[in-house]
């Protein structure tokens, strides 16, 4: 009897030692899925639109070959679709008998305590050249 009674002893300084463990543990998860709330959507939305850039300069790119305005003006609308900053810079052009849309553009991204900045800058090239018909 007298070992339990010294074993309780000496552990009262221990008592709600894994309160806060637990507390701290919660504060990291929730800290985590505050910034994957955050930066999901953002990244998501690029990886959408990258799809769509490599789609459309292909799609372009065969008969009957579109123009670079109109390449220009579905990666503008297509933009909007996918939430992306209206200063996106879209440049399209010509190069060696393929299409080449490059679009950047920067959007800030919440994260505890600090402002991320999320740069987009991708490149898509036709997979196939411009045949003039």
Not at 51 to 67: C, G, H, I, R, T
Not at 92 to 103: C, E, L, S
Request: glycine share 6%; hydrophobic share 40%.
């Amino acid at each position: 009897m007298a070992f339990a009674a010294k074993a309780c002893a000496a552990r009262r300084g221990e008592r709600g030692g894994s309160r806060f463990n637990m507390l701290v543990v919660f504060v990291l998860i929730g800290l985590g899925v505050y910034s994957a709330y955050n930066y999901a959507p953002v990244a998501y939305h690029a990886y959408l639109y990258k799809d769509f850039m490599q789609e459309l300069v292909n799609k372009a790119a065969y008969p009957p070959a579109k123009s670079n305005e109109w390449v220009t003006q579905q990666l503008r609308e297509a933009a909007k679709e996918h939430d992306l900053p209206e200063d996106a810079d879209i440049r399209v052009q010509n190069d060696g008998g393929q299409i080449v849309a490059r679009v950047t553009w920067t959007r800030p991204v919440k994260l505890p305590g600090y402002v991320y900045e999320y740069n987009f800058d991708h490149t898509a090239r036709s997979s196939g050249f411009i045949s003039k018909q």
